[in-house]
């Protein structure tokens, strides 16, 4: 089953579909709020999918486009080809193809397409000699099903930091989740459980920046789908349970240069470059704006307050963990590199990884001066000594953060107008809706009190 239109890769998927005994394709692309979605089609259709396209409605789809300009087309990348590590009722295979949209009216790529807001970035990056290499560390909490099979906020298990069973009821979740995400390719590094109970973490291997933000969709579908198989609801969201530990997405970058880490120097403090210093510098510099993106919802700020792990001061350091930006220790070159503390896993990886590139790679562009390290536990300051130190904070809520992404003109411009329009118009009314909602926590306070 071949046509002189494909390329060598989707030929390749086409034996592998007919090897795997594939049944149905998932067409598989992401909305400007980080939402997964897919179109279904039987797995025969899969050559025309390479050679025209699938076509589908975007008026449907949150931040896209008019029901006047609805005709929009999916066009596979075939690099993203992976069976998926479940079957429904049925016993169906079913695989996963990641795919780009196009814009029917222009035939050009859809410039809402957050995938492609990564792309561009990634070629500024090129355009400056450099490859982005990113690790992402997405947390999330598993949580019981009740009778009906709704989600509840009771966790699976009373497991602490690095706990083992019996606290840790999850191992076993843990393990399927992990089979079945290096059945799709995935090189899981270690898992463990998280500080907060039923609180756990998989890490997986560093990759260039499209592939681990592609990756990063892909292992929340994994995740929900296997935690749903042992009755359980696993979540991304930030800050599920109030007053313990939030879940985060720490995200590790460096750049890479003709093969060799442009990051490291075996004579700078704590091994980095000048090139990273000013990266560094680059994200601080718009973290205000960085945090609408990398925190998109009104709970995302439930988890960015002191006390709980999460940074909150916008400084940097090497083992400091109260700082925005860490420098980990690293045993070989290849190896250096910066970790970003502030995103969460609800935020669009494609989104959030390109504003955290385009922030750093302005450092470099206009030689930005960073700041020196904060050694000291910022947390323990008290705003005098912030002061002294020249420490900013993040944006206190996502009113705050959408605010300061309309002022940064190189973070938005890093969205690109479309999305850039869209996400500030979704992300007011998100706050707005929240501004005038009554919470359960305000009833309880006044209703009989007042």
């Known amino acids: 089953m071949t046509s002189e239109n494909l390329s060598s890769e989707a030929e390749g998927v086409l034996d592998e579909i007919e090897e795997k005994d594939v049944d149905f394709l998932r067409l598989q692309f992401t909305d400007i709020l980080g ?7 039987p797995a025969e259709q899969a050559e025309k999918a390479f050679t025209e396209g699938i076509y589908f409605d975007g008026s449907s789809i949150d931040g896209f486009v008019r029901i006047q300009e609805s005709d929009m087309r999916l066009e596979p990348d075939p690099t993203t080809f992976a069976v998926l590590p479940w079957r429904n009722s049925e016993k169906v295979t079913s695989a996963r193809l990641i795919c780009d949209v196009h814009d029917t009216t222009t035939d050009k790529p859809f410039t809402g397409d957050p995938r492609l807001v990564l792309q561009d970035a990634i070629d500024r990056a090129n355009d400056l000699g450099y490859q982005v290499n990113a690790a992402p560390e997405p947390e999330f909490f598993l949580f ?10 009771t966790t699976h298990d009373s497991g602490g930091y690095f706990d083992l069973a019996p606290k840790d009821l999850a191992q076993d979740v843990r393990g399927d989740i992990i089979y079945g995400l290096e059945e799709m390719g995935f090189e899981v590094e270690a898992s463990h459980h998280e500080v907060a109970e039923g609180q756990h973490e998989i890490n997986f291997t560093y990759d260039d920046a499209l592939s681990t933000a592609d990756n990063v969709g892909t292992f929340r579908s994994v995740v929900r789908a296997i935690a749903a198989e042992h009755d359980l609801h696993a979540t991304f969201m930030p800050k599920p349970i109030p007053r313990i530990n939030g879940s985060g997405m720490h995200t590790h970058l460096s750049l890479f240069q003709d093969g060799e880490n442009a990051f490291h120097d075996d004579d700078g403090e704590f091994n980095l470059s000048e090139t990273a210093r000013k990266f560094i510098a680059g994200i601080l510099e718009h973290a205000p704006a960085i945090t609408a993106v990398c925190n998109p919802t009104v709970n995302s700020y439930k988890r960015l307050v002191p006390g709980y792990e999460a940074p909150v001061y916008i400084a940097w350091s090497d083992v400091n963990r109260s700082a ?3 420098k980990p220790a690293a045993r070989t070159p290849a190896a250096s ?14 989104l959030a990884f390109a ?5 750093g790679l302005d450092g470099i562009e206009n030689d930005l001066d960073c700041p020196d390290p904060v050694r000291e536990n910022i947390y323990d300051f008290d705003e005098e000594k912030r002061e002294e130190y020249g420490i900013d904070t993040l944006p206190e809520n996502l009113g705050e953060a959408v605010d300061e992404l309309e002022k940064d003109e190189v973070i938005l411009d890093a969205l690109g107008p479309h999305v850039g329009e869209k996400f500030v118009e979704a992300k007011n009314q998100e706050f707005q809706e929240y501004l005038v909602d009554v919470s359960q926590w305000e009833i309880d306070r006044y209703l009989e009190k007042y």
């Open 144 to 153: 019981e099903e009740d009778e009906n099979g709704n989600a509840t906020t």
């Open 324 to 326: 925005l930006i860490r």
């Open 337 to 350: 590199r910066i970790e970003l503390r502030s995103p969460d896993p609800s935020c669009n990886p494609y």
């Open 355 to 359: 504003v955290m590139i385009h922030a």
């Open 35 to 41: 939402t997964v979605k897919n179109v279904s089609i």
